[in-house]
């Protein structure tokens, strides 16, 4: 039987490994402002020590070589070529999220930021999704506290440095798990929020915190999840944005309000990839047939997410997308036209299908050993287009929910309206300084 890691360390001496399904649209739509780049930040109850992590990253890096790599460009498609640098390590800056220089030879497009009791996470969606970013987040931790003198006997779950790298740690889950079904339905365009952008860099982030014993105890009486109910949150504080709005915008404008939520596909199909493994489903409202109380969304949220994300329903999109690139003239054009082509689809179609986003990856569950060292988790979704505007992302660690707003507009109305929400609603909400 052959050894685990022969198949990576095959790819290895090859030199480069195939982008996923995902990552193949990211280079052509990156720019300084929609950089599609992500974080997730664990706050620990020390500061951070500088030579530990510096070490901490080199053993964990080792661990993930499918990360170490960066872009590379053939005659047909992109590739990520292997490389054997370290990602960098970098004090915070004033703008998370900043863009990678994706032509840059040699550097792997993803980066650990250290910003005292923080420990941050930066990657570009060609990589990987939160899924697979809090993995290697999770790992890093370990090795970190373990070389700072912590005793962890029991790591449960977590990948630890030297031991086997599964294939499925880096195959592309899509491929893997497709199969020709009929394409989902055809979606109006949405509604957008009115907002000014704001002057470059754009990105601004709001952080909020709330108790998780509180939303779960609201959510439970409502016989909802947290998504179900932030979403109709979501919904609620567009359609009051909506309605504000003047009249004369409003008979011009499309009436849906729609949000994109991701769906961690390794929790449908069995999967480790460390690699993008996520699909969207897009609950929507459709003012045209009226307003909507927050009894009458939720009710509407909860039943369009439980059939939408139901695996047989999720995988005619995961069975759309990848049929696009199986597509023989798809394959045969030159990777130029093929980016012209992508960017052009994306501004004209995918961008105008969603009014927000919310990305929740769930409570975070680490060893009793290692829950006591560390205070929080957050995760600061990518800057959105020029038509969403605002994305939102939630991650539970104990009794705090972080919740983080990425904005690139000059109005934090829809942030109030659904803060305002969740405290009218008897949840105690903390906003946090971006110190």
């Given at each position: 039987m052959p050894d685990k890691a022969d198949n990576i360390n095959s790819l290895k001496e090859k030199g480069w490994l195939k982008l996923d399904n995902a990552a193949k649209l990211f280079p052509a739509i990156i720019s300084k402002d929609l950089t599609s780049v992500f974080r997730i930040t664990a706050s620990l109850k020390e500061p951070v020590k500088y030579t530990a992590?510096?070490?901490?990253?080199?053993?964990?890096?080792?661990?993930?070589?499918?990360?170490?790599?960066?872009?590379g460009s053939g005659f047909f498609w992109h590739f990520l070529e292997f490389t054997d640098q370290q990602p960098r390590i970098q004090s915070d800056e004033k703008i998370p999220c900043?863009?990678?220089?994706?032509?840059?030879?040699?550097?792997?497009?993803?980066?650990?930021?250290?910003?005292?009791?923080r420990i941050s996470a930066e990657f570009i969606h060609i990589l990987t999704d939160g899924g697979g970013a809090l993995e290697y987040l999770k790992s890093l931790l370990y090795t970190y506290l373990t070389l700072t003198g912590r005793n962890i006997s029991s790591p449960g779950e977590?990948?630890?440095?030297?031991?086997?790298?599964s294939n499925e740690e880096f195959e592309d889950g899509y491929?893997?798990?497709?199969r020709k079904l009929p394409p989902p339905s055809k979606l109006v365009k949405a509604w957008h929020l009115p907002f000014k952008l704001n002057q470059r860099p754009r990105l601004k982030v709001l952080r909020a915190e709330v108790k998780t014993h509180e939303i779960i105890e609201l959510t439970r009486k409502l016989k909802v999840s947290v998504t179900e109910y932030f979403v109709a949150v979501y919904h609620f504080a567009l359609q009051?944005?909506?309605?504000s709005s003047s009249s004369k915008k409003r008979k011009k404008i499309n009436r849906v309000l729609?949000?994109?939520?991701?769906?961690?596909?390794?929790?449908?199909?069995?999967?480790?990839?460390?690699?993008?493994?996520?699909?969207?489903?897009?609950?929507?409202?459709?003012?045209?047939?009226?307003?909507?109380?927050?009894?009458?969304?939720?009710?509407?949220?909860?039943?369009?997410?439980?059939?939408?994300?139901?695996?047989?329903?999720?995988?005619?999109?995961?069975?759309?997308?990848?049929?696009?690139?199986?597509?023989?003239?798809?394959?045969?054009?030159?990777?130029?036209?093929?980016?012209?082509?992508?960017?052009?689809?994306?501004?004209g179609l995918a961008s105008k299908r969603f009014s927000g986003l919310v990305t929740n990856l769930g409570m975070v569950t680490l060893p009793d050993q290692m829950n006591e060292m560390i205070d929080s988790f957050e995760i600061i979704p990518p800057p959105q287009n020029s038509k969403v505007k605002v994305g939102s992302g939630l991650i539970s660690f104990k009794d705090k929910l972080r919740i983080c707003f990425s904005n690139i507009t000059q109005s934090n109305e829809l942030e109030r309206h659904i803060l305002k929400h969740l405290s009218d609603s008897g949840i105690h909400v903390k906003i946090l300084k971006n110190d």
């Open positions: 992590i510096r070490d901490a990253v080199q053993i964990t890096s080792r661990r993930f070589p499918y990360f170490n790599v960066s872009l900043s863009v990678f220089e994706v032509k840059r030879k040699n550097e792997p497009l993803y980066r650990v930021i250290v910003k005292g009791k977590i990948i630890l440095p030297g031991t086997p790298i491929l893997k798990h497709f009051k944005i909506f309605i729609r949000i994109e939520v991701p769906v961690n596909m390794r929790k449908k199909f069995p999967s480790r990839t460390m690699r993008n493994f996520s699909l969207f489903v897009l609950p929507e409202i459709d003012l045209r047939l009226g307003t909507y109380t927050f009894e009458e969304i939720l009710h509407s949220v909860h039943h369009q997410l439980q059939i939408s994300s139901d695996i047989k329903q999720i995988s005619r999109f995961m069975s759309s997308n990848v049929s696009y690139e199986k597509l023989v003239f798809i394959r045969i054009l030159p990777l130029f036209i093929k980016k012209i082509a992508m960017a052009a689809v994306y501004r």
